[in-house]
């Protein structure tokens, strides 16, 4: 099997995975595998580079959630704020 590297440092070791994560980590494992086998010229910096850019579309779609959410929560907080500040006056 090859050494596949991923971007993230300081993860768990097999012991303390989940089931979840050991069985996912497996099946990629699996695939790279078998895209090697179908295309032998693969270097290991392709599959760096293929897990970085899928490793950040994840990332940039909780990070557009954060941003969302965050946003409703402040137009909520201004509009609790403007709906006081017209009962009070």
Do not use: C, K
Not at 24 to 53: G, H, K, N, W
């Amino acid at each position: 099997m090859t050494y596949i590297p991923t971007p993230i440092s300081g993860t768990g070791s097999r012991q303390t995975a989940s089931r979840r994560a050991v069985d996912l980590s497996e099946r990629l494992s699996q695939v790279i595998v078998d895209y090697q086998r179908s295309f032998p010229d693969t270097r290991p910096a392709d599959v760096q580079q293929a897990m970085r850019l899928a490793w950040g579309s994840t990332l940039d779609t909780n990070r557009q959630r954060r941003r969302v959410i965050t946003l409703l929560i402040g137009l909520f907080l201004f509009l609790l704020t403007l709906g006081l500040f017209v009962l009070g006056a």
